[in-house]
């Protein structure tokens, strides 16, 4: 497995604040025993959560969306507290079942229990304090108050104001999407903009849909790309093989909103724009196999791969063989029939 680059951690601002040195995607020992009570001075991250209880903490940023993975593996008691702000949403999918943790609100305790596939969503506008007992391992989603703005606006139907906020309810759609985004926190390098775009989008088209108030599932009618908007979008995507290209670039070019493009190229295609683009870039690898004298790394480079290593998962996935016994197999018959 490829290692994931480290991240700087950001850190709450103000007197207590501490030098950005601590970074992310580590995997460290716990030094405070399960009962013990943390120190005045804890680290915190930004929302509000004890650094020395972590025992892994990962972050990738898309063009408007934010996803983290928090993971702490004991029992040891901790407490989570945000002020109020103009943030957004936050989104967290449990990973794992048997967490609990107790939630005051005006006043009032209340404890929420946690299987996997759980999710709470929360306005930042409200204070929040939460004790966190057990251990946990969710994915994170911050969703800007502006991104939720323009999804809403962009939503056929009635404006939604705000998403319901729920804790500890079901949601089978969004555990699969976090499932892909927790290998993505691991291997950020291979996370393309097109990537976290395209989960950020789905994500809040499934939240709008399903938290919003609104009638779920409301679509605008004729769900497929017309002719010169598929020739558009297919050449954008071509140009930039390596995944730089945002949703947001594409869907503007062909004056669509964000959520319509993914549904309306998925229709027109059979595939979302990263599985299009995916088998593009495998296309051109293949073709580099056979006919240059690349080497694997190179032809990587150009096909829009992160590294070899990224080339080689992606092709064994597709063709069930390395991409170095792939060409050196289909060249022994062309060298036999004097090709």
Known sequence: MVSSPTTPLRLPTGPQALPSSVTSNTSKPLHLPPCATAPAHTRRDSLGCSLDRLELDQELSGTEVHFLRKRKATASPTQVATPASARGHLIGISLQTGHRRRIFHEGHARHHDFGAGSVYVRDFADDYRADLDTAFDFILMELPRSTFERAAAERPGARIRSLACVTGMA???????????????????????????????????????????????????????????????????????????????????????????????????????????????????????????????EIAAACGFADQSHFTRAFTQAEGQPPGHWRRQISVPQRRTGR
């Open 171 to 297: 949601d089978p759609l969004l555990l699969h999407l976090a499932q892909a985004l927790a290998v993505a926190l691991q291997r950020p390098q291979e996370a393309s903009a097109l990537f976290l775009d395209q989960m950020g989008t789905v994500m809040t088209t499934h939240l709008l849909d399903h938290y919003g108030g609104g009638l779920a599932g409301a679509r605008e009618a004729g769900r497929t790309l017309s002719r010169l908007h598929e020739a558009r979008a297919k050449e954008m995507l071509r140009s930039r093989l390596d995944g730089t290209l945002s949703i947001g670039e594409i869907a503007d070019a062909c004056q669509l909103s964000r959520s319509y493009f993914i549904r309306a190229f998925r229709e027109t295609t059979g595939q979302t724009p990263l599985q299009w683009l995916q088998s593009q870039r495998l296309s051109v690898a293949r073709g580099l196999l056979l006919e240059s004298g690349l080497s694997l790394a």
